[in-house]
């Protein structure tokens, strides 16, 4: 063997090494050296290997226990003001908004509970969307708020449903706002700062149901805002309607972020009545988790991204995450390899290098592209990202660049899962509800969280169910408004 094919051999060998730790499941052949050196410099950056994952889950355990101790810490631990799971039998119709990051949803959820006959609960929901555009999430407040109230309005008008007229009911709702904010009651909060690219003036600071129900007197319409609700509890409360086992509720969709039913006892900064359920659910907002950049394997793209980001120093566990940032890494990585040769003959275009151009979606579509010559990545790089040509093992390459991004998201919130199930001693049975985009349509996302698990807890990780809870923040702000109308 000359000198060129053992290093060839040696690297081939390593990057394969590398792909099966990350459970790679295509078996991608030799790569040509360049390659295999970019790929193994990229593996030993983006891996979370097992003991990686250890140090994690220590660390969020640490981080939880600070947040529920005192205020202002990187975790925030709000508590919900919901100290009550759904009993399954509640019953009646809310109006549900729910602003996520990308979507604004407008949601009329009835409730027809389990009936006599101890089935599942039901719920009927219509539903529609709205784009909340690029201009309202940076520009006034009021323009913000009033346009939520234009929605709602023309929701309502389309579903003949009366919210005008004095003769009828006012209408409750339950508003999902998913930004971190410091509850003081079901009804009442304050938002912290703004995340996910919305910088809306005169909302940082200030109560986002006084912001709403302002816009909803200013249109002259007769609903009120019965709840605050963050969508991961609305997701945990959503599922808990259906499977009292469900302990968990988490979001992978533009951002990320979870929330548990925690005992009132274990929230040490807690002052306010105890109630009788002696439980509360905890917003973590744990997209902020390790801000302090002690224990996330941050590569040098994480840090481009975070620089250039609108929250520098922020949600630093988010960044390397969710929906919103995934697609962001992906373009670094490839415009760096483009810019030193390694990839498309170091030919790059106007898409690759500006930001936020190519979505976490083309990722999914990437991963899925299971044909021989990865003729749906040459679709998305040639005609979407406007590559002039791709190369067979330019097009690999950029599929493994994918999954190593997804698998090291996929891991890291399995992490994040683990260690509040071991934190509420649940690894016996524990059902986590998981709401949002990512989690839902990136290929194998919910298999490499189940293989992180199992790295992390063992044989407990069969106990963990994960499952997808569809349209859970509208359902759930619903069940919380119903709830707290009660
Ligand atoms: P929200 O966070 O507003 O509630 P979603 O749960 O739909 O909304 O999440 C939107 C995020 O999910 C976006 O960042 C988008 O990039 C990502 N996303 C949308 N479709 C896909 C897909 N097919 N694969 C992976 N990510 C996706
Ligand atoms: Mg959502």
Partial sequence: MSAAEAFYAAHAAAAADARDDAHDDDDDGLWTPGAARALARLESAFRVPKQKLHEIVKHFAKEMDRGLAAPNQTLKMIPSFVVNLPKGSETGTYLALDLGGSNFRVCEVTLEGAGSSGAVSNVRMRQRKYVVSDDLKTGRGTDLFDFFADCVREFLVENGIHATDPAHNELVLGFTFSFPCSQTAINKGALMHW???????????????????????????????????????????????????????????????????????????????????????????WGAFDQEGVVLPLTS??????????????????????????????????????????LFRGVSSTVLTTPYSIDTALMSRIERDHSAELADVRVVLEDLISIPKTSAEDRRIVKRVAELIGTRSA????????????????????????????????????????????????????????????????????????????
Wanted: net charge negative; aromatic share 6%; glycine share 8%.
């Fill in 301 to 342: 793209y994480d840090s481009v991204l975070d620089r250039q980001s609108a929250h520098p120093h922020l949600q630093t566990y988010e960044k390397m995450v969710s929906g919103l940032y995934l697609g962001e890494v992906m373009r670094l990585v490839l415009a760096d390899l483009a810019s030193t040769g390694e």
């Fill in 411 to 486: 891991r890291l919130a399995a992490a994040g899962v683990a260690a509040i199930v071991s934190k509420i001693n649940r690894l016996d049975d524990c059902t986590v509800a998981i709401d949002g985009s990512l989690f839902e349509h990136y290929p194998h996302y919910a298999n490499r969280m189940r293989d992180a698990l199992r790295e992390i807890v063992g044989i407990a990780a069969d106990n963990i169910l994960l499952v997808q809870a569809r349209d859970g923040s509208g359902q759930g702000a619903a069940l919380i408004a119903a709830l707290a109308d009660a």
């Fill in 195 to 285: 995340t996910k690219g919305f910088t809306a003036s005169g909302v940082e600071g200030q109560d986002p149901v006084q912001l709403l129900q302002d816009a909803f007197h200013r249109k002259q319409l007769r609903v009120r805002v019965a709840s605050l609700v963050n969508d991961t509890v609305g997701t945990l409360v959503a599922h808990a309607y259906q499977d009292p086992s469900t302990h968990l509720g988490i979001i992978l969709g533009t951002g990320t972020n979870a929330a548990y039913v925690e005992r009132i006892d274990r929230i040490p900064k807690w002052d306010g009545p105890i109630p009788a359920s002696g439980k509360m659910i905890v917003n973590t907002e």
